[in-house]
């Protein structure tokens, strides 16, 4: 760890013509962007100007060196004069959706390297600094609230709050809402990625963004049986705020996401002129299951059916559970503990991450010898820090009477018809005129049988379902 | 400086004195009350208050003078060679146990109506404390706990005011704790035990709920809230609850 | 081995015969001089160094702690720039937890218990009786050389996935005992179960030795009764800490178990933490409570005794005036020792233990508070009538008396159970204890320090120096701690990295940046401390044997005392506190100064 921090310290004294000091050349791009045009974002090509905007040094791959210690720091007392500004930057993101797509390393070239700066100084351009957002109004983002949410935390002279995301989501979620902030490793599920764009809890359809009220509502109430806490008392002004921050993270993921995808995976030139730019962002948030869609995806709930005879009706639900339309037995197991799987489950943000794939990568760059040494070696701390360990999903214990956002029949309802977004959860409705469909009857006689399990027995042989091995939160 | 050092001895007690009388004038002091047995816990606490001031005060004061009075180059009385005194042990043993003794015989009845003589009723709600939230339940029109009228909530406690309410405190995974510095209420949460709170709020209105046993990296964050509230209100407030969890829409 | 046993040989050898021909005849090579020294004078200073060097690592991490306090979520200097730099330099929450939770495990155990019994024990108890080293002096040795893994698994404990433990220094369970309840339960923890159970292997060899020093080496006419105070301080710790370690030490056994082979001796059933793996259940979490504070209460007088026996001595060296009332001081210290085993329930009234159980302790916990008055009534009886002489010892001490009225006048609040519903867990402890173990023990060892460094090293340290090392210290001390008071009084909680979510804490804002700016002060003037003793150890001028005009053995040797203490054999005459006394003409008459009279030597037990 203090090897990194001496690198880091040392490469600051270097020449900058140093063969591959990525976080050197990223920090060069940004220099070169003047902060007024980025205001006012006409200009045909905003990325390449005389630089006269003081941005501090630092940037790209970030070596944060978590949970060592005090008499560390200490011992690196002497070597601190090294001048880091402290302001924080987003990173860069180097895993792409497959770790080994957008990381720097074998497959780099000079194209890749030059994409990467352009991705740094469009992303900078086009969404600015943690502490200094900007949002291009293809966004639909309401850049007032995301710069009460934004900056270090702390409140203005007049009492409202500033830096709320600092303050309450940072560590947990990071800095660029890559969810891998420092306490994130340590918690079961991990924090959300704002990245994909990819969100479990909400009202709408599958492939849909979440409505401004799903986010609002998880902030709200948090979600049971995670980390994820309420923040319910927060003052409405500053929950929407945060609403409007975690957006704001996520368009910018997605952003860059589409950007990696035109330089690393399809090799062109990022189109650096504005309106190329403007493009990417209107993308994200106008598309077909862009932000702006989501309020019309929201699944409209059918009338429940009136119930002659409830026995039969709650019959037919734990036959569906069971039987081989539904297959819920399949993964929450035939007492619905949630303990039916027989292989490893995974959602999206797990599934790709190979730790052996980045030891391989790092091991051939090492090869390599001393040319790239030091981007090496933070390349391996920073895909260390930023890709926590891979960590299986669990299917729910239905007999908790506790469900990840919303127990009321209706939240049930939509969590049965459009199953869980990036996990294995599938949904009982999946396309228009596909005979696998659960008809909307079937959906709620499945869960009208869920919902009477937490007030019903077991098997008495299982014994008490809270204690068993595989119960879950 | 000689004898003056005796002046910072002397600092002490009116510097001591003088920031609690600022803070008690100045608002820096225990949250309003709006518990039935609070008036005991703040009658005893400025009851000890004015007790040891005076000790602190005397003890202090005395300090200082014998500082002040017997500093070597100021005086020329001889020493009082003297190796102690019988009977001011036996006064200054005394007096102190007779003192103490009793703070601890008048407070015990304040103690037993918080702690120990639990109203004989049905639970008003559970509080199931855990990482970082505190998870509320109410038993619903029938009364009964873990039935399908179960009212589920997060962090924002309701109940009634002027009517006792009786709490199950659990926790389901670390020690929490359950303090209402308003209504003068503390009491742990501990993982495999059921603990009985009691209290009967006199005014409505809505106040913090403290979580004050260390319990993670995220305890600052458990903070919760009781809305107290005329009884009219609190039903209609948990009918709306339970018709938002049984929402078909 | 060998060179132990020769070592013993020699000791014992000099314990019958002249020391100063045995000392000679035997050049003892650096190593065995100076590091795995057998000699109590060398241990004493090795433990002297090693704890002060705690205290300069443990006030760190409490400036951290105030740091977030004052200005939360800022970028928190040096270190946060350093483990935080993505962040902006503001500090992560369990860091939080891991700062506080450190301060209070490495100030407890690593600098307070093994500074007093440690090093002034060492130092202080053969010198003081008479005795020429102690009885087991190899024994003695491994008691400085067990805190070293203690040391390797505390600063280990820093660099482990996680930090280092981040459950309070009280470890309470489960959030101790499950790997996933918190960052800091993970190795970390381990490795400070591990290095507590070596400091309680150390103070046990030390306790042991010094209570059979106590008992069978003092010098001829050395009564019990003749005793220094500090003397029967640290016999009386010594006992304390024979009877209630075993108890920490089977628990933190216990919890080490619940860690690595999940045996859940604390765990009940049903615990769903973090999502984790259920734990098999059949424990109880009030267990580690009650096992933790039948050792921890009485640590907290292991803590706070032998610095109320030094602080006797330096006052009634420097009033040139008896103590005041020599045997209730000592049978208080009995008092506090015996009474101190029974109250350990008043940490628990919030708990959840039997409600009418609190009661029993409450009324013990009451009673506790009577031998601690004896004590201050009487230094000020000491000082009443004297000729007092400012030094800086005095004022140490002197302050330690005022400190520990605050400390233990607070003290009555919390025992008084309704009262404690209110400000358990709220600053109200913070302040209560650091008046009793800052205001109180640090400032006695500090005055302790300037009192008998001349012995240590036989230079003086310098007087304007420490007396405005005194005065910068008790001054931001009090800043420091005092307000601590009435954020009790407003509820404000212990432990929480951002109290300024409540609205009922928000208004606090400004009287912890006040608390913070003085701690910082109080840290920085420490330096003149650190420069006055390095300097002093080198340059200081030198002394003789008794600069103090002092009564007690000790300033009979040589300062410093070579290997076997004392180049005559000590014969004691009196009590140590003969000062101002008619029947010589000095104003003070040490225990070694045969009576002006002619009449026979009386010398008892012998």
Redesign the interface.
């Known amino acids: 760890m203090s090897l990194s ?1 001496m690198n880091m310290c040392r490469r600051h004294e270097q020449a900058p013509n140093q063969p591959f000091s990525l976080r050197e050349k990223v920090a060069e791009g940004r220099m070169r962007v003047k902060r007024h045009r980025r205001r006012v974002p006409a200009s045909p090509s905003p990325g390449r100007r005389g630089g006269d905007h003081p941005l501090p040094k ?1 940037e790209g791959l ?13 011992c ?2 002497l070597v ?1 004069g090294c001048g ?1 500004n ?3 930057r987003f ?1 860069l993101n180097m895993q792409g959706k497959n770790p080994a797509d957008f990381a720097p390393g074998v497959k780099d070239n000079e194209q890749r390297i030059k994409g990467r700066q352009d991705i740094a100084t469009a992303l900078y351009a086009m969404f600015g600094t ?2 200094d957002p900007y949002v291009f109004p293809e966004s639909g983002l309401d850049l007032a609230k995301v710069q009460m949410a934004a900056g ?3 409140g203005n002279a007049d009492g409202t709050q500033r ?1 709320l995301y ?2 309450h989501c ?2 947990c979620h ?2 660029t809402g890559d969810g891998a ?3 994130a490793q ?4 991990y924090p959300r990625d704002y990245r994909r764009g990819l969100y479990k809890f909400k009202s709408t359809e599958r492939s849909a963004k979440p409505t401004h009220a799903d986010l609002k509502r998880v902030l709200l109430d948090g979600i049971a ?3 994820m806490p309420s923040f319910a008392l927060l003052p409405d002004d500053e929950v929407e705020a945060l609403v409007e921050y975690v957006k704001y993270l996520s368009i910018r993921g997605e952003v860059e996401l589409a950007m990696g995808i035109t330089v690393y995976n399809e090799e062109d030139a990022l189109d650096m002129s504005h309106d190329g730019l403007a493009k990417y962002v209107s993308d994200v948030a106008n598309g077909q299951y862009g932000w702006a869609a989501a309020e019309q995806q929201v699944i409209q709930v059918p009338d429940h059916p009136q119930v002659a005879d409830r026995n039969q009706w709650l019959a037919a639900g734990e036959a569906l559970f069971r039987g081989p339309k539904a297959q819920c037995m399949k993964c929450h197991g035939p007492t619905a503990l949630g303990d039916g799987s027989e292989v490893a489950l995974f959602d999206d943000w797990n599934k790709d991450k190979r730790q052996a794939e980045l030891e391989r990568i790092i091991s051939e760059e090492r090869a390599k010898g001393e040319e790239v040494g030091k981007l090496q070696n933070d390349l391996h701390i920073s895909l260390h820090t930023y890709l926590l360990p891979e960590q299986q999903v ?1 299917p729910r214990n239905l007999r908790l009477g506790i469900y990840r956002f919303g127990r009321s029949p209706a939240d049930m309802y939509r969590r049965v018809h459009a199953g869980i977004n990036g996990t294995p959860m599938p949904g009982g409705f999946i396309k228009a005129g596909n005979p696998a469909n659960l008809k909307p009857e079937e959906i709620w006689q499945i869960i009208d049988y869920i919902r009477t399990l937490p007030y019903t027995g077991m098997d008495p042989a299982l014994g ?1 379902a ?4 595989k ?3 | ?3 003056y ?1 005796a002046f ?2 002397l600092l ?1 007690p009116i ?2 004195v003088g ?2 009388v600022w ?1 008690a004038a100045g608002g ?4 309003r009350d709006i518990s039935e047995h609070g008036h ?2 703040d009658h ?2 400025n009851f ?2 004015l ?2 001031g005076a ?2 005060v005397a ?2 004061v ?2 200082f003078w ?2 002040w009075r ?3 180059t100021s ?1 020329r ?9 019988h009977n ?2 036996v006064v ?2 005394i007096l ?2 007779a003192t ?2 009793f ?2 015989i008048y ?2 009845n ?3 109506d ?3 003589r639990k109203p004989p009723m049905a639970p008003t709600v559970e509080v199931m404390a855990r ?1 970082f939230e505190w998870r509320l339940r109410w038993p619903g029109p029938d009364g009964h706990f873990d039935t399908p009228d179960d009212i589920h909530w997060v962090n924002d406690l309701h109940v009634p005011v002027d009517e006792d309410v009786l709490v199950d405190l659990k926790s ?4 929490h ?1 359950f ?1 209402l ?2 209504l ?10 059921m ?1 009985p709170v009691w209290f009967r709020a006199t005014d409505v209105g809505q ?2 709920l ?12 458990m ?1 919760g809230r009781i809305t107290i509230e005329p009884r009219e209100q609190y039903e209609a407030w948990l009918k709306k609850i339970a018709n938002e969890q049984n929402t078909m829409k | 081995m060998s060179v132990f046993t020769e070592e013993k040989h020699l000791h014992e050898a000099g314990a019958t015969h002249d020391h100063q021909v045995a000392a000679e005849h035997h050049e003892l090579s650096f190593l065995r001089k100076y590091v795995f020294s057998l000699d109590h004078k060398v241990i004493g200073i090795q433990f002297l160094f090693s704890t002060l060097l705690w205290f300069v ?1 443990g006030g ?2 409490a400036l ?1 702690v105030r740091w977030q306090l004052a200005w ?4 928190m200097p ?13 500090i ?4 939080y ?1 891991m ?1 506080f939770t ?1 301060h209070a495990s490495v100030m407890i155990f690593f600098v307070i218990i093994p500074i007093l019994a440690g090093a002034f024990g060492n130092f202080l108890i053969p010198l003081m009786i008479g005795a020429d080293d102690m009885a087991f002096p190899t024994l003695n040795m491994l008691s400085y050389w067990f805190m070293w893994p203690a040391f390797v698994c505390m ?1 280990a404990s ?7 433990s ?3 220094w009280t470890g ?1 369970p ?2 101790s005992a ?1 790997q ?4 800091g339960s ?1 190795a970390g923890q381990t490795l400070w179960l591990q290095g507590l159970i070596f400091v309680g292997v150390s103070s046990m060899m030390g306790s042991v030795n010094y209570m059979t020093t106590i008992i069978q080496m003092r010098a001829p006419g050395m009564t019990m009764f003749h005793l220094p105070m500090t003397i029967w301080a640290m016999f009386i710790t010594a006992i304390l800490q024979a009877f209630a370690l075993p108890v920490l030490t089977a628990a933190l056994f216990m919890q080490l178990l619940d860690r690595v082979a999940r045996t859940c001796f604390f765990l ?11 734990v098999a ?1 059949g424990g ?3 267990l580690w409570q009650h096992l933790f504070w039948f050792y921890s209460h009485p640590a907290v007088y292991i803590m706070i005794l032998p610095a109320m026996g030094m602080v006797s001595d330096i006052i009634s060296c420097f ?10 001081m000592v049978y208080s210290i009995g008092g506090i020792a015996g009474l101190g085993f029974i109250v350990w329930g008043h940490h628990m009234f ?3 233990m039997n ?2 159980l ?2 029993t302790f ?2 013990s916990t ?2 506790i ?2 031998p601690s ?2 004590k ?3 230094w ?2 000491t ?8 030094t800086t010892a005095m ?1 140490f001490a ?2 330690f ?2 400190m520990f ?2 400390g233990g ?2 003290g ?2 919390m ?5 404690d ?2 400000i ?3 600053y109200f402890i913070v302040a209560h204890i650091h008046y009793v173990l800052f205001g109180g023990t640090a400032f006695g060892v500090f005055g302790a320090i300037y009192f008998w460094f001349p012995k240590m090293f036989g230079r003086m340290m310098n007087e304007t120096a420490g ?1 405005f090392h005194f ?1 910068l210290s ?1 001054i931001f001390f ?1 800043g420091t701690f ?2 601590m ?2 954020l009790g ?3 404000f ?7 300024y ?4 804490f928000a ?2 804002l400004a ?1 912890n940046r006040f608390i913070t700016i003085c701690a910082l002060s109080m840290g920085a003037s420490q330096l003149i401390f650190a420069a006055n003793f390095l300097y002093s150890i080198f340059w200081g001028p030198k002394c003789g044997r008794n600069p103090w005009h002092s009564n007690s053995l000790e300033w009979f040797a040589p300062s410093p005392p070579g290997h076997g203490n004392f180049d005559a054999q000590p014969l004691v005459y009196r009590g140590p ?1 003969e ?4 029947e010589v003409d000095t ?1 003070y008459y040490p225990q070694w100064q045969p009576p002006p009279t002619d009449r026979p030597l009386v010398q008892p037990g012998h």
């Open positions: 921090e630092g970030n070596c944060r060196i978590r949970h060592c210690s005090l008499p560390a720091a200490l690196l007392l601190a880091k402290t302001s924080p990173h943690p502490d270090p935390a702390g830096g600092r303050r940072v560590h990071g800095i902030g420092p306490t340590f918690l079961m599920p049986g995670t980390a669990q008490n809270i204690t068993l091995n119960a879950r939160n | 400086m000689g004898r050092w910072l001895f002490v510097a001591g920031i609690f803070a820096m002091w225990m949250p005991e816990i005893l606490w000890i208050l007790l040891t000790v602190f003890t202090e005395a300090l014998f500082l017997y500093e070597a005086h009385d001889p020493v009082k060679f003297t190796h102690g005194s001011l042990e200054w043993t102190p146990a103490l003794l703070i601890a407070q015990m304040a103690w037993a918080v702690k120990i990482q389901m995974d670390v020690l704790d303090f510095p308003n003068r209420i503390k009491q742990d949460a501990v993982p495999g035990m603990i106040y913090d403290v979580c004050a046993e260390l319990c993670g990296w995220g305890h600052y964050k903070k | 690592v760190l991490l951290g939360p979520w800022s970028n040096i270190v946060g720039q350093m483990l935080f730099s993505g962040e902006g330099g503001q992560s929450p369990e860091f937890t700062l450190m600063i820093f660099f482990v996935t996680g930090g280092a981040a459950s309070g309470y489960p959030l499950v996933s309840a918190a960052p993970h009940p059933e049903g615990l769903i933490v973090n999502n984790a793996e259920a259940g109880q979490a009030l009033a040139r005036k008896p103590l005041f009332g020599y045997k209730p919030m708990s959840g409600p009418a609190g009661m409450m009324v009451m009673m508070a009577l008055a004896i201050v009534f009487n000020i009886g000082v009443w009538g004297g000729r007092i002489l400012y004022l002197l302050s008396v005022s009225i605050i006048l607070s009555i609040f025992a008084a159970t309704p009262v519903i209110f358990h867990d709220t007396k005065f008790f009090n005092f307000p008071h009435i009084a407003g509820g909680p212990r432990r929480l990295a951002d109290p979510h409540y609205e009922t208004n606090m009287m506190y000062y101002g006394s008619p104003d």
